[in-house]
């Protein structure tokens, strides 16, 4: 069973910065993408952030220039630097993983993280 599991949230005030971790684990062939969204009551999950197995990144445009996505193969880690956090930011961040599993190597799976609680003061 394959499982992620993010860390990092928490409360900032506007201008600072927070980093977030989500570790995979589990039986995994392999991972392909991974990403953040994030998510406001009464609103749709919106994506931030993309990162491919070989490191291109993608980034929503509220958040290019202050928040950079990266990973770690070796941990099957991801991260999300977010700094000049603005209240905006406020949501709850999910990390998600597209993952072909030990059991089923023809297939590619989506898994969620159970999401952290951002929140931006202003």
């Known amino acids: 069973q394959v499982q992620l599991v993010e860390s990092g949230g928490g409360l900032v005030q506007a201008g600072g910065s927070l980093r977030l971790s989500c570790a995979a684990s589990?039986?995994?062939?392999?991972?392909?993408?991974m990403g953040w969204y994030r998510q406001t009551p009464g609103k749709q999950r919106e994506l931030v952030a993309t990162?491919?197995?070989?490191?291109?990144?993608s980034y929503t445009d509220s958040v290019k220039g202050r928040f950079t996505i990266s990973r770690d193969n070796a941990k099957n880690t991801v991260y999300l630097q977010m700094n000049s956090l603005k209240p905006e930011d406020t949501a709850v961040y999910y990390c998600?993983?597209?993952?072909?599993?030990?059991?089923?190597?023809?297939?590619?799976?989506?898994?969620w993280g159970q999401g952290t609680q951002v929140t931006v003061s202003s």
């Open positions: 998600n993983a597209q993952i072909t599993p030990q059991a089923l190597t023809f297939r590619v799976l989506d898994y």
């Open positions: 990162i491919t197995s070989g490191g291109g990144t």
């Open positions: 589990g039986n995994i062939f392999r991972i392909n993408v």
